[in-house]
């Protein structure tokens, strides 16, 4: 009886060691196996596609993981861009302070006084 398994040769390395699981890839990854099924579900793109399956669970090859880690995004939320002293000098701050262009300086915004005789809408 002859064996067909897989062999190792020198210029094919053992097939099974060149296959990563899912469960390999997120410990790689430095994350959970179901935050990872949660990316690939979700069609991410620095997750690749599963080159098979075994068992039911997703499988890559080596070749096909290489640079996964450059492709991925960090984790958390991403940093604040910083401000340039120009946008530092408007905007919200201007309209909270009352000097921007919703609360112009010297306007007068209140409510009519009953001694101007005007209503709300401009009425007498």
Do not use: Y
């Not at 897989?6 to 060691?17: G, I, N, S, V, Y």
């Not at 098979?52 to 880690?69: C, D, H, K, T």
């Amino acid at each position: 009886m002859t064996e067909t398994s897989p062999r190792a040769t020198p210029e094919c390395p053992d097939p099974l060691t060149q296959i990563v699981t899912l469960p390999e890839l997120a410990t790689r990854l430095g994350i959970s196996a179901s935050t990872l099924r949660g990316h690939l579900h979700a069609g991410t793109s620095w997750v690749p596609r599963p080159d098979g399956r075994i068992n039911g669970g997703a499988v890559w090859r080596r070749a096909s993981l290489e640079g996964i880690e450059a492709r991925r995004r960090a984790p958390g939320r991403p940093a604040r861009t910083t401000k340039t002293e120009a946008d530092r000098t408007t905007g919200d701050r201007e309209a909270r302070a009352g000097t921007g262009p919703v609360g112009q300086a010297g306007a007068d915004h209140s409510a009519p006084s009953a001694a101007s005789g005007a209503g709300w809408w401009g009425e007498d």
